[in-house]
């Protein structure tokens, strides 16, 4: 015969399970829940991208700071390189002008001397090469006889009246001007004549209609026959 202990029992020993269902099934889910670290890394993430873009930001300002101070300097370029440009071309201009203002007084030579027959020879071309010359550094003559009279530009050295002008005319060219471009550096000396004091411009009366004047002709000659 076989003993029996008693009070125990195999069955009891074995943890309740629920029918359909595993000792597997039966431990504790403490493994499904996550750490406490996993849990706090996306509130990491969210602030180490929060400083990434304030630095995006402050990379973008210091940028545009930049821009704007290479483009306020390239305009500060453009405007020295224009006035060094303008001044450069005023001081060449200058001197050209100082130059040939001292030259004036040789081309009034010439001009005598081409007025009374006296430019022959080799006097001639070297006249003739040295005008060139300075035409070709920008001097232009100016003054004809008959212009109007321009303060601006004309030098009245002798005053006359005449009848037959309307305004104050240069009659008689004594030095030609010079000018260099827009500059003039010699005013053209005139003799210059003004209206008759009182004087006044004669009008010619406006012709008549031809009717008018066909009209007048018929009551001179008695008008057209009748019957």
Known sequence: M??????FDEQSQQPDVPSGATSDDA?????????????????GDTDREAALVAQLDQVRTALNERTADLQRLQAEFQNYRR??????????????????????????DIGRAREHGELVG?????????ETTMAKLGLQQFGKEGEPFDPTIH???MHSYAPDVTETTCVAILQPGYRI?????????VAVAEPQPGAQTVKQPAEEPAEAQDGSENKESGGPDEG
Do not use: M
């Open 2 to 7: 076989t003993e029996e202990t008693p009070g």
């Open 27 to 43: 431990e504790p889910k403490a493994a499904e829940t996550p750490p406490a670290e996993e849990t706090a890394a996306p509130a």
């Open 181 to 189: 471009g827009e500059r003039t550096i010699r005013p053209a000396r």
């Open 83 to 108: 006035r060094v440009e303008r001044d450069r071309v005023a001081v060449k201009e200058v001197a050209v002008a100082n130059l040939l203002t001292e030259l004036l007084p040789v081309l009034d």
């Open 155 to 157: 030098e009245a050295l």
């Open 122 to 130: 080799g006097f001639k071309s070297v006249a003739e090469s040295l």
